[in-house]
């Protein structure tokens, strides 16, 4: 409840702007409506010295919901959640570009961000071989 009230309490300050669609954050962000597990779930694609990456957000929750296509199983709209992957795929520079929004994995395919913090990581640097 507190969270829900925290965010209210934010619109009302003027502090939360929608998008729908697509839309520029900053210059090398930007935000992109795919919808599939949630009716208004976008995925963020980012700039980096390695190319464009795509946080996946809920449009992949594990790598294997992604390369399988397999959709998660709380979901929307199964059309939507697979053309998600299309549109993930062909914002990313590359498949290893896409970055799933869940997957534990993730974690141990990236450099951590710092020596010390094991829940962070480096997307922006190529993955581990």
Partial sequence: AGDVQAMVGKLFAGRIVYHEGTAELAPG???HRVGGHTRGL?????????G???LASD?????ANWLERRPFPIIDNV???LDAFATSEALASSPQHVIPGHDP???SRYPAARAGLADAVRV?????S
């Fill in 29 to 31: 962000i930007t935000l």
């Fill in 42 to 50: 976008q995925v963020l694609r980012v700039h980096t010295q390695r």
């Fill in 52 to 54: 464009w990456v795509v």
């Fill in 59 to 63: 449009a992949a929750h594990f790598y």
């Fill in 79 to 81: 059309a939507a959640y």
């Fill in 105 to 107: 994995l993730v974690l």
């Fill in 124 to 128: 922006d640097l190529d993955p581990r």
